[in-house]
């Protein structure tokens, strides 16, 4: 598509519940990246897939949280057993490519607000 | 570990210029990268320096990196409102992710 697409937009979910978010890259980006933001701070690094592999999964907080990409294109993000402390905007974007020496340029979505009550 | 540091504030009056600064400690990093975040919208990238450079001029953005200091720099001139945002420094090394700082909001008075 055009740009990074994320669905839902807004998430409202109670504790202990379990959540998907799906994120849909620019066709041909073969990196893909989540990022979780909360309030007033920067993105942080979650997990990225180089084709259908996480080439990093070192941002997961614990393993409530999962991602996957089984076709090299949609990815989504599975969070078990969700907390209030999840709460945040789940960020995702792409690239052409993230192991190339040229600079990785990352396009992203505008973001899945997730609530845990 | 790798970390990006921030201010957090910045206020300005319209037509001034504006400098955000940012630091860094990954020193393997080879691009440095400012985002724009407005309300409500995604992160934009505005512009990205190779390490090996000290300046890079795009217009009315003008970024300098020092990478002795590990500091970056990105100054807007003749600041609008409608440059009002968040701005992010981030920097990435050989495997792909990048790695954000906390955001400085500018403030453009009228």
């Known amino acids: 598509g055009a740009g990074v697409s994320q669905t839902p937009s807004n998430k409202v979910t109670e504790k202990g519940k379990y959540v998907e978010l799906r994120c849909d890259p620019i066709s041909g980006h073969t990196a893909l990246y989540w990022y979780r933001q909360s309030l007033g701070q920067g993105p942080e690094f979650l997990i990225y897939f180089q084709g259908t592999g996480a080439a990093d999964d070192s941002g997961l907080p614990n393993d409530r949280f999962f991602a996957v990409r089984p076709e090299g294109s949609v990815s989504t993000l599975k969070i078990q057993r969700t907390e209030r402390g999840d709460s945040a905007v789940y960020l995702c974007a792409s690239s052409l490519a993230g192991w190339s020496s040229g600079a990785n340029v990352l396009t992203f979505g505008a973001g899945s607000r997730l609530t845990v009550l | 570990g790798e970390d990006v540091e921030q201010s957090l504030f910045l206020s300005v009056r319209e037509g001034d210029s504006s400098v955000i600064n940012c630091t860094y400690t990954?020193?393997?990093?080879?691009?440095l990268y400012w985002y724009k975040q407005e309300p409500g919208a995604g992160l934009q990238l505005l512009t990205y320096i190779f390490s090996n450079m000290d300046m890079k001029q795009d217009q009315r953005l003008t970024v300098l990196l020092n990478k002795k200091d590990k500091h970056l720099s990105l100054r807007i001139a003749d600041t609008q409102t409608g440059d009002s945002a968040i701005y992010f420094c981030a920097e990435g090394s050989q495997g792909g992710k990048l790695i954000f700082g906390q955001g400085t909001e500018l403030s453009v008075k009228p």
């Open positions: 990954d020193s393997s990093s080879t691009y």
